[in-house]
């Protein structure tokens, strides 16, 4: 049985990759070059960089494993950064990771590796899969400071019954213990943190940098008033306080992006609360699951109470208490109890 | 096992090894000294310095030994656009290898003009353009003899006789690392002043080269220190590579007939199979001349990336021609100056033989690669 694991050069998909060769998997790595600058040169910072495939070539020598490096830039422009752009250029927050996910990782990938014959694809991903009966269940990974279920939850049957999780039993720090124990040069390699075509910048750099350049705009206050003018909706997200450039005594956050207008409205912290937001792009781990559930919206945010209710494509979560800064754009992931049901994408909050 | 990627790199030579064997303990002396043991070594990098010299008909103070293809090609590249303190323009071509548009790119990001020939879309230039490109500034004008990547020949001789016709004082460099392969290599019938080697390609060991300088072309050199090559690469010589280089050519020069007629024999059976096997197969460069060693083709439909990785399976070796820092395949400058989209450039591969290419290897690869690829279609 063969198993491809997707290796980022990390310490996660490093153990993944042991762990898969341990239980006698005939293991292969592979690392996805999912960005590079303009000047066609890999990038320095985030994922992806010269050293990280570096990194996991020296891991996969190690493991005595065939490693390859495959380029999927063509892809995840297309797929990842022209949506991260167009998010932003339409008021919304783009949830890259997700993206990646949906339409690079376990799309592509997995087709590759059904080309390549192989089984399985695994990834470091913090998460757990079982089955039952034929059907799979995604749960969230035990580490509930790494759990990176929210991610995962566009994915459905098909793709669950072909990936595996390895490390989404284990914590961090009994990764981090393996990892020394089997003498990987990832065991301390710091996690990484940024986008990783964003890189140690900002995303607005970014956005400059790919010559995104957005109009001016009119800054209002929920109440009405004109408090200044903005440089590009660009530059904001909801519940965004720092960086609005007016200044009127009282802390202020940004309420409502308007692409078409090129409004930012701006309000007191009680102005950000959402009561209920609809859901697009809709994925079910099985089958659709309504009523009273968790949702969660940020990746390492809390899972809230929740009213979900099913009508004619369009899921509307109703949350039980009212909810800061939601962002359209972003993810929602629906969860009973530590189990993912479901994920899509916030299309309205009201 | 099924190795065909000698364009990448080829095993050592035994008469190379032999060559280089007694260096292991008994030959340690620095050249540039002045007793016995220092002597040993002189006499060996000087006899090598001979047979090389005289294996290209050069003199051999026309040979300037490098560590490898790169550093011959940035030595003729940058030592002529700075030669006499002034920088000088650069012609060339978009395919040729990396180690000669980065250098040009690099004395461009200091001044240099550097001009690029266009390239047909089997990947040859037009001398006469070629010529055209010429100015009273041109320092060097440099285009390669074999291309790494498509295995085309380019017209060396004629370009080497439309820019001296144009004119005479012009330098012209050729990149003879994959040429000088399968083809015996007279500087004075190819018409060139600066040739670049690289040992590894045809049997020798990796990490040494050697640059031919025609006698009164100026060069700045790269590397300053202790005076070495006449000044032109400083740095105590790497003199047990520099003898299993000179060992490599000589083996090669023996064996150069025999060599051809097998390569071309077993590329030929390759590629007959091949078309047997895939009808819609493209051989890259066709209608253009080629090395006999090189093949250089396009599946369409299969992906080169997942089809490397069936071969490397199979215990075949082979490869999409050009490899970024990360290991990642990149689309070809090469195949996209001939005009290919990156989407057809990632249907390539390139299989180059060698002088351990075993009879039948041909046939045999080309049935496990069709195999392979019809997995994937």
């Known amino acids: 049985m063969r198993a491809l694991v997707a290796m980022s050069g990390g310490v996660d998909s490093s153990v993944a990759a042991a762990l898969m060769k341990e239980q006698g998997w005939e293991v292969m790595g592979v690392t996805m070059k999912l960005w590079q600058g303009p000047d066609g040169e890999a990038p320095t910072a985030g994922c992806c960089t010269v050293s990280d495939a570096e990194d996991a070539r020296r891991v996969a020598a190690r493991l005595d494993i065939p490693y390859y490096v495959w380029d999927y830039t063509e892809e995840f422009m297309s797929g990842v950064v022209g949506g991260f752009i167009d998010d932003y250029l339409t008021g919304r927050t783009p949830n890259p990771c997700v993206e990646c996910n949906r339409t690079v990782k376990f799309s592509r990938l997995l087709a590759h590796a059904d080309a390549l014959e192989y089984d399985l694809v695994v990834t470091g991903h913090y998460a757990r899969i079982t089955s039952d009966g034929g059907r799979y269940r995604l749960w969230r990974g035990v580490d509930p400071g790494k759990d990176q279920s929210y991610v995962l939850s566009m994915l459905g049957q098909a793709q669950l019954a072909r990936l595996c999780f390895p490390v989404g039993d284990l914590t961090k720090d009994q990764t981090r213990r393996m990892a020394a124990r089997l003498g990987l040069r990832t065991a301390h390699k710091p996690d990484s943190q940024d986008i990783c075509f964003v890189g140690q910048g900002n995303y607005r750099d970014f956005l400059a940098g790919q010559g995104v350049a957005p109009a001016q705009g009119p800054i209002i206050h929920q109440d009405g008033r004109l408090l200044g003018v903005h440089h590009g909706i660009t530059n904001f997200t909801i519940g965004q306080r720092r960086g609005l450039g007016v200044a009127v005594g009282e802390p202020l956050y940004v309420t409502d992006i308007d692409a078409d207008s090129g409004i930012v409205t701006v309000g007191d912290r009680s102005d950000l609360g959402v009561d209920e937001a609809t859901v697009e792009n809709m994925s079910w781990v099985d089958r659709p699951v309504t009523g009273a559930l968790l949702a969660q919206y940020r990746a390492h945010g809390r899972a809230v109470p929740a009213e979900v209710s099913l009508e004619d494509e369009l899921t509307t979560v109703r949350f039980s208490e009212p909810q800061e800064a939601l962002a359209r754009g972003q993810t929602l992931a629906l969860y009973v109890d530590e189990e993912v049901v479901g994920g899509g994408i916030i299309r309205t909050t009201t | ?377």
């Open chain 2, 1 to 377: 096992m099924l190795y065909l990627d000698h364009a990448a790199s080829s095993p050592l030579r035994p008469e190379a090894w032999a060559a280089m064997e007694p260096f292991r303990h008994d030959v340690y002396g620095n050249p540039s000294g002045s007793h016995g043991v220092s002597r040993r070594a002189k006499n060996a990098l000087e006899d090598s310095r001979d047979l090389a010299a005289s294996l290209i008909n050069a003199e051999p103070g026309e040979i300037v030994f490098t560590g490898g293809g790169s550093e011959a090609d940035n030595l003729a590249i940058k030592g002529r656009a700075l030669a006499g303190g002034r920088l000088g323009a650069i012609v060339t071509s978009p395919t040729e290898h990396d180690a000669v548009l980065g250098s040009a790119e690099h004395c461009r990001s200091f001044g240099s003009a550097v001009t690029f020939a266009k390239v047909t879309a089997e990947g040859l230039v037009d001398p006469a353009e070629v010529a055209s490109h010429i100015t009273g500034d041109t320092a060097v004008v440099s285009i390669m003899m074999g291309n790494n990547e498509t295995g085309v020949r380019m017209p060396v001789e004629e370009v080497a006789a439309a820019v001296k016709d144009a004119c005479p004082g012009v330098v012209l460099h050729t990149d003879a690392v994959q040429g000088y392969v399968s083809e015996r290599v007279d500087v004075d019938v190819l018409g060139v002043d600066l040739l670049s080697l690289a040992a590894h390609k045809f049997g020798g060991p990796k990490g040494v080269g050697l640059l031919y300088v025609r006698s009164g072309t100026p060069l700045a050199p790269l590397v300053h220190g202790g005076g070495q090559e006449l000044g032109r690469r400083s740095g105590t010589h790497n003199v047990m590579a520099i003898v299993g280089m000179a060992a490599a050519m000589a083996a090669l020069e023996d064996e150069r007939a025999a060599f051809r007629a097998r390569v071309m024999g077993e590329r030929d059976a390759f590629e007959a199979t091949m078309a047997e096997l895939i009808p819609d197969l493209v051989v890259t460069g066709a209608g253009a001349p080629r090395m006999v060693q090189t093949s250089h083709v396009r599946i369409p439909g299969v992906r080169n990336e997942m089809l490397l990785v069936r071969l490397d399976r199979a215990g075949l070796a082979a490869s999409a021609a050009s490899a970024c820092q990360s290991g990642a395949a990149t689309v070809s400058h090469v195949l996209e100056a001939m005009g290919m989209s990156p989407a057809l450039a990632r249907e390539c591969l390139r299989f180059s033989f060698g002088w351990s290419t075993a009879e039948g290897e041909g046939v045999c690869a080309a049935r496990l690669v069709a195999g392979e690829a019809g997995a994937l279609r």
